[in-house]
């Protein structure tokens, strides 16, 4: 498995086919994707198309100093490894920046992916509306 690095645009067409279907791809262009110390990557299946993606942008918070966003894998390729694939890159990309601690809104139906992946909870659930539950969550990388 491929992780490669993509254009923030290349991101939008799956963020918006698996984690906001209500909003259209153009919508989903986040604060700090455009920068350029940020890191768009993603998996290519069998076909060359994108099953999955995940970016990191520099964006200090209360938990961290990197923010992992936008994390979508395709419904029909998970369990395969393509979400860990992934994180790594995104890790290894915030420490070669100098980046000491990572950090994610998840949503609760992913909560346990991430602490496979190192990260703890470090705050309680919150609602997003129209996107549901999600739980801070961060590591040190």
Request: proline share 7%.
């Amino acid at each position: 498995m491929r992780v490669e690095r993509l254009s923030p645009a290349e991101v939008r067409p799956l963020r918006q086919a698996v984690l906001r279907p209500h909003q259209r791809a153009e919508e989903l262009a986040w604060p700090g994707d455009d920068d350029p110390r940020a890191l768009h990557v993603g998996v290519r299946g069998e076909s060359g198309e994108l099953i999955g993606v995940a970016s990191v942008v520099p964006v200090s918070g209360p938990h961290g100093d990197w923010r992992v966003r936008g994390m979508a894998v395709d419904p029909a390729a998970r369990g395969a490894g393509v979400g860990a694939a992934m994180v790594d890159a995104l890790l290894d990309h915030v420490r070669a920046q100098g980046g000491t601690r990572a950090w994610c809104d998840a949503r609760v139906n992913v909560a346990a992916f991430y602490e496979r992946a190192g990260f703890a909870r470090v705050g309680e659930e919150f609602d997003k509306g129209p996107i549901g539950m999600h739980v801070p969550m961060a590591r040190d990388v």
